[in-house]
Structures are given as C-alpha cells and as structure tokens.
C-alpha cells in the first residue's frame, strides 16, 4: 500500500511559480512510475507530468512543456513539478499518482494510488 501526501499549492500571480511536492509512503516507490494530473472546477481530471522510475524520462502535456518540470527523489520518497510562468489557466486541484510498475504514463487507469490533491490558484 502506497500513500501519497501533496504540498505546495497556493495563490500566485500570473508568470510566478510553485513547486509542487510529494511525499510517498512504502519502500517499493523507487520502483514506480510516478505522475501529475489536476482538475479544474468543472473539468474532467486531466494529465499533465509523468516520471519513469529512474527519473531518467519524463513526458508532459503539450501545453506545459517547456514551463513544468517533473522530478523525483528517490532517497526521500518525493517526487516535485516545477511550475513556472503560470498562466490562470492552470488553475486546478493537482494530484500526484503513483503507478505500481516502473515505465511512465500519461493513462489515469494505469495508476492505483491517489493523494488527496493540492489547490493551485492562478491570478491574472
């Protein structure tokens, strides 16, 4: 069983950045994929970073490419996104999401553990 505990959210202006973390129970998540996904009011869930096991590959969606960096920690159980230049419309609860198998993936049913979500607010 994996448990996943997100931090970081808040309220920040239009270009500004967060960093988003979390932190995961169990010795088995240095062999998990890890991901991000958020969900704007009256949106549908939706992908946004995904991370191997290694770290060593990482995929995003198209419209945070070059502005959101996924990482991970694997001494310390965390995996991070770097938000940068946020626009409004980022604006979402986000969760992170743990993959029981070590290739990444952009798929919401390929993961089976899920942390409560953290609030990001993007001002204009």
């Known amino acids: 069983q994996v448990q996943l505990v997100e931090s970081g959210g808040g309220l920040v202006q239009a270009g500004g950045s967060l960093r988003l973390s979390c932190a995961a129970s169990?010795?088995?998540?240095?062999?998990?994929?890890m991901g991000w996904f958020r969900q704007a009011p009256g949106k549908e869930r939706e992908f946004v970073a995904t991370i191997n096991w290694s770290g060593g590959a990482t995929d995003y969606r198209n419209s945070v490419k070059g502005r959101f960096t996924i990482s991970r920690d694997n001494a310390k159980n965390t995996v991070y996104l770097q938000m940068n230049s946020l626009k409004p419309e980022d604006t979402a609860v986000y969760y992170c999401?743990?993959?029981?198998?070590?290739?990444?993936?952009?798929?919401?049913?390929?993961?089976?553990?899920w942390g409560q979500g953290t609030q990001v607010t993007v001002s204009s």
């Open positions: 999401a743990a993959r029981p198998a070590p290739l990444k993936s952009y798929s919401q049913g390929d993961y089976g553990y």
């Open positions: 169990g010795r088995a998540f240095s062999t998990y994929a």
